[in-house]
């Protein structure tokens, strides 16, 4: 079992290359069939609060820590007083008293952040606006798991500079894998994300550009990767999003100046006509199940990494 110098995953910027490694090792050991129900945290109890929908984040930490012989128990906002106004901080002084870990998927990056100051039991960042490293951890699995190693080669993610695209810039810069992102110059990454990345490349070798051109960007990638054009909490831009980004669906087309052999990937959940078309999502490149499936594998080996004592 890795140890790791992080009490938290609240974003991948906070671990070294090795740590990250270390992690997807693990998740390769915890994968194998002869492995899915070792007892690694026995008795822990994980709690989940949500303020945004989830299928995957939610059933995969669940089934995750059940397998592993702990618990997880679901807190919606809804029902808890965090969302009637109780402060973070004294929710994460109760919650600390009573949990082996917390899982939060939420709006703001900052209020995870003060969940954790605040928590001395290990705090996961289940998606924020600005994040989403437990489904980065999930496609760096599967990356390996079909390519064998990162380096030389190049992530395309192609669509809105969201959530994605930032933990995409971070988790290929930190593992040494060329990421280029290709959207809308209104709907880029954030522009500290893009230097933050570029910085940690300069570790790694890794080479981290944006720009507007998705044909340019395409060519010679072999990951191709997408997401929603409008995500949780921005559904009344939907409709003017989806002017913008008409130029950027994922369909044949785009993707035949991708390099032959490419694999297509989505966090999930798709939409499917709007940024990308079902044939490539349905398609012999896809490998959107098995990257959904990961988020189990992943989270079992951070949850193994974070929570054993
Ligand atoms: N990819 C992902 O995080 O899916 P959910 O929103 O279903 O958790
Ligand atoms: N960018 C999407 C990802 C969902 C898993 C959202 O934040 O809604």
């Avoid at 921005?234 to 490419?262: C, G, I, T, W």
Wanted: some cysteine; aromatic content about 6%; hydrophobic content about 40%.
């Amino acid at each position: 079992i890795p140890t790791s110098s992080q009490k938290d995953l609240l974003s991948l910027k906070d671990y070294t290359s090795n740590e990250i490694l270390d992690i997807l090792n693990l998740a390769v050991e915890l994968k194998k069939p002869e492995n899915r129900h070792l007892p690694l945290l026995e008795g822990k109890i994980l709690g989940m609060i949500f303020e945004k929908s989830s299928t995957r984040t939610r059933v995969s930490f669940e089934a995750g820590m059940l397998q592993l012989g702990g618990h997880a128990m679901y807190l919606s906002t809804r029902d808890i007083q965090m969302g009637r106004g109780e402060t973070i901080a004294d929710t994460a002084r109760v919650l600390s008293g009573y949990l082996d870990g917390i899982m939060i998927r939420t709006f703001e990056q900052s209020l995870v952040e003060e969940l954790a100051e605040n928590s001395t039991i290990p705090v996961i960042n289940g998606l924020t606006d600005d994040y989403h490293p437990c489904q980065v951890l999930a496609d760096l699995l599967t990356i390996l798991e079909h390519f064998g190693s990162f380096k030389g080669r190049k992530l395309t993610y192609i669509g809105d500079g969201n959530n994605m695209a930032h933990s995409l810039m971070i988790g290929a810069a930190k593992v040494g894998m060329d990421c280029t992102i290709a959207a809308p110059a209104a709907y880029f990454p954030k522009q500290e994300m893009v230097l933050l990345s570029q910085e940690i490349a300069k570790e790694t070798g890794a080479v981290i550009e944006v720009v507007e051109d998705p044909i340019a960007a395409i060519t010679n990638s072999d990951i191709i990767y997408t997401d929603v054009w409008a995500s949780m909490g921005q559904e009344e831009e939907a409709l003017e999003r989806m002017k913008h980004f008409q130029s950027y669906q994922v369909n044949e087309e785009l993707v035949s100046h991708a390099k032959d052999n490419f694999i297509f990937m989505h966090c999930l959940p798709a939409h499917r006509e709007e940024e990308v078309t079902t044939e490539i999502l349905e398609g012999p490149h896809s490998v959107v199940f098995q990257e959904a499936e990961n988020r189990l594998h992943a989270q079992k080996a951070l949850l193994v990494t974070l929570m054993k004592s």
